[in-house]
């Protein structure tokens, strides 16, 4: 009799640990599924359907910081940058001590037109991450978009000491230098990092944009047509000769 009751139990047990299982791996395939498909979105563009995907990823993993970050950035991405902020602040205490948390946050409060609290979190950032290239190139932007051009060149010249000849740090420092009005060093930048980068549209096409500004309309037009339609290369050209206008 005891036996038997001690089997029943047992078994019961039993079914209940297998049941969980089962309910576990159903919730890891929603979950797998779910992050491919907010991954997909964001490699299509598809901010506001990635936030989605991450939104509902995270009701399910509320500890995950993968999670929390991807949504974070695609919020970002489709515009809704105080809401990244918002939801990275929800859990400041949770992930506090990480720097790739307080780098998601500077880019949030970057993109939010909060230049100086970015500052912080990347200083923070770099605290307890010294040596990644990402965020002093990160810190230049923000230098960068209060006009601190000198700071700027520093954090850019900090992050290739990191990541030679890294073609995005030096697309930045090329921006940079052309704000602080010199465009042929900006043109100089970009001419090695297009180099380096042979496939990049987007660097050619800055470059295209720095020999117009620069007045030299042949290589504006040169580059411009490596990339765009005749209607494009037109438009850029009309709006490179403003700039002639204008001096």
């Known amino acids: 009799m005891m036996l038997s009751t001690f089997s ?3 078994r019961a047990a039993l079914l209940l640990v297998f049941l969980a299982g089962c309910a576990n791996g159903e919730e890891a395939v929603i979950s797998e599924s779910l992050r491919n498909a907010a991954i997909e979105a964001q490699r299509n563009l598809n901010y506001a359907v990635a936030a989605s995907h991450f939104r509902k990823l995270r009701n399910r993993q509320p500890k995950d910081l993968g999670v929390l970050l991807g949504l974070a950035r695609n919020l970002r991405y489709m515009g809704a940058a105080n809401e990244a902020v918002r939801v990275l602040e929800e859990v400041r205490h949770t992930f506090d001590g990480l720097a790739v948390f307080h780098v998601e946050w500077g880019k949030a409060k970057l993109a939010g037109g909060k230049s100086e609290e ?11 991450d010294p040596g990644n290239w990402e965020i002093h190139s990160a810190m230049g932007i923000a230098y960068d978009l209060m006009l601190s051009f000198d700071e700027a060149r520093k ?5 290739l000491e990191l ?4 073609p995005a740090i030096l697309n930045n420092m090329a921006i940079s230098a052309a704000q602080a009005g010199d465009v042929d060093a900006a043109i100089v930048m970009l001419k090695r990092a297009a180099t380096i980068a042979r496939h990049s549209p987007q660097l050619r096409q800055n470059l295209a ?8 309309f042949h290589e504006a037009e040169a580059l411009s047509r490596m990339d765009l339609d005749e209607e494009a290369v037109r438009n850029n050209l009309a709006f ?8």
């Open 209 to 216: 944009l720095f020999y117009g500004i620069k007045g030299d």
């Open 163 to 166: 990541s030679k000849d890294n």
């Open 8 to 10: 029943r139990i047992f």
């Open 155 to 159: 954090a850019y010249r900090k992050a």
């Open 240 to 247: 490179y000769s403003r700039f002639q206008l204008k001096r």
């Open 118 to 128: 970015a500052v912080e979190h990347f200083k923070t950032a770099l605290e307890k």
